[in-house]
């Protein structure tokens, strides 16, 4: 979907002020329609009428109007003054300064091109089981387990695969202990909209959630927040981001996969992506597919998206760098930098400095600047501020040939 209108010019780098009265007609407009919505399905569960729909499956992945009273692009509750759906709408007008704020108490100077950070590290699990399932390092996991241990949580709105996983098929769940932390460890690279599992969390009575997401989920709660969406957003009390920069249509599976390179879904074992996608098969097999052939895949909630690196949660974790078994994970809040310093403290988790990566962090730096010049230029821009790019380095000069003559010297 190309973006057909953005929110009117005099909105541009302006903040909403005043009392709040955007409801479905508004989001309809400037977030559903126009490109900018990522599926993330904070508005489904945010509707306290329950007339938003959802489809989680390939081709959906996007919100809509469920009563036919005034057609798909009107909500007869909104206009009798329900606002819900955009206080939860992490993409709705200026969320991102709002977000910021509210977490930070401050926005995000240009210069933060990664978004506020404490501090950055590396860090993997210390349980060799826990480790051995993580994607990475094993710390979202480990953080879950912990976080339920010591009572922060009573439950984590994750993504588990469907049935024995062999159709790798994504769906929203919750983790109440350890063991149904480590059957949702590991990363899905098709849309998992965790925050669908809420309803289910509050079916069985959980009060402390920890949320699981990429960026486009966990600005959600801070915005919810800051625009004082009510109860919703309450049980949110920890909040891990995943790095990302895309995710991929479930149709990749069987048109890419499969149909190219003869690996059937139900085959697979494990993927990651880390420059290629890897796809590990179950009788031992290894197979890399070019990136470059699975753009044609990409979701098309993602084609907007300005935040790579989660940039709202008190953690977020990836998976970039030469340290293929350590999560790169940037500390963002004081309940991000309290947790991980008593998970230190207690032995759960390893920990090293960024430093021993710098090209990881430089990595973040650059896709996180991908990822904010895909923001409209019709939309607020605030996702846009950034530094002027790094210079490019001259190209080596080609060696001269042989017999060549030798350079002049400079100034000579
Ligand atoms: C769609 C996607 C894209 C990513 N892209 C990048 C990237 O470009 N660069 C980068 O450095 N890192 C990326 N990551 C993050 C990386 O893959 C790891 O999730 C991260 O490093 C944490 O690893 P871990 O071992 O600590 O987590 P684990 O302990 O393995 O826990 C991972 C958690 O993520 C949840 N999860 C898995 N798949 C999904 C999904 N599809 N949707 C929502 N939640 C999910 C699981 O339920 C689990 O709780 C991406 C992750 C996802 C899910
Ligand atoms: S971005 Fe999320 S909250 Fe906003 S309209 Fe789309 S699904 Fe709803
Ligand atoms: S790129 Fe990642 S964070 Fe952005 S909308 Fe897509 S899935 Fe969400």
Redesign the pocket.
Same mark, same amino acid.
Request: with cysteine.
């Given at each position: 979907m190309t973006v057909i209108e953005g929110p009117p010019a005099e909105f541009d780098l302006t903040r909403e002020e005043g009392r709040w009265t955007h409801q479905w007609a508004e989001l309809h407009a400037e977030v559903i329609t126009s490109g900018l919505c990522?599926g =993330?399905s904070a508005c489904v569960i945010s509707c306290p009428h329950d007339v938003i729909g959802y489809e989680h499956r390939e081709g959906g992945y996007r919100p809509f109007h469920l009563e036919d009273e005034l057609g798909p692009s009107d909500c007869s509750h909104g206009q009798k003054g329900c606002t819900s759906c955009t206080r939860a709408c992490p993409r709705f007008r200026d969320w991102e300064p709002a977000a910021d704020e509210h977490l930070f108490g401050r926005t995000r100077e240009v210069e933060e091109i990664h978004g506020i950070a404490e501090q950055t590290l590396l860090v993997r699990a210390a349980d060799d089981h826990v480790h051995e399932l993580g994607q990475d390092g094993g710390l979202v996991s480990a953080i879950l387990i912990w976080l339920l241990d010591e009572g922060y949580i009573d439950g984590a709105l994750v993504s588990y695969l469907e049935g024995d996983g062999s159709t790798w098929r994504a769906k929203p769940g919750v983790a109440t202990n350890k063991e149904e932390v480590l059957a949702a460890a590991g990363s899905r690279y098709t849309?998992c909209a965790n925050w669908l599992a809420y309803d289910e969390a509050m079916d069985k009575g959980l009060k402390d959630l920890a949320l699981v997401g990429? +960026? =486009?989920?966990t600005s959600a709660p801070p915005v919810m927040w800051s625009r004082k969406i009510g109860k919703v957003g309450k049980p949110v009390k920890f909040n891990i981001g995943l790095l990302?920069?895309?995710?991929f249509d479930d149709r990749i599976f069987d048109e890419l996969f499969d149909a190219k390179y003869g690996i059937p879904r139900h085959t697979i074992k494990k993927m990651n992506i880390k420059g290629v996608f890897q796809l590990w098969t179950h009788d031992g097999g290894y197979h890399e597919v070019p990136l470059k052939e699975c753009h044609a895949w990409t979701?098309e +909630? =993602?084609n907007h998206?300005p935040?790579f690196a989660?940039e709202h949660a008190d953690i977020s974790t990836g998976g970039i760098g030469k340290f293929n078994d350590w999560t790169l994970t940037v500390v963002r809040t004081e309940l991000g930098r309290e947790v991980m310093t008593r998970m230190a403290k207690a032995g759960v988790i390893l920990v090293k400095p960024a430093e021993e990566d710098p090209a990881a962090v430089a990595l973040m730096d650059r896709l996180s600047r991908v990822?904010r010049n895909r923001w409209p230029d019709q939309a607020i821009g605030f996702p846009k501020r950034m530094p002027p790019p790094p210079p490019k380095k001259p190209k080596a000069a080609p060696a001269p040939a042989p017999d060549a003559p030798p350079a002049t010297p400079a100034g000579g």
């Open positions: 990522t =993330c849309y990429m +960026g =486009c989920q990302c920069s895309k995710t979701r +909630g =993602c998206c935040d989660a990822s």
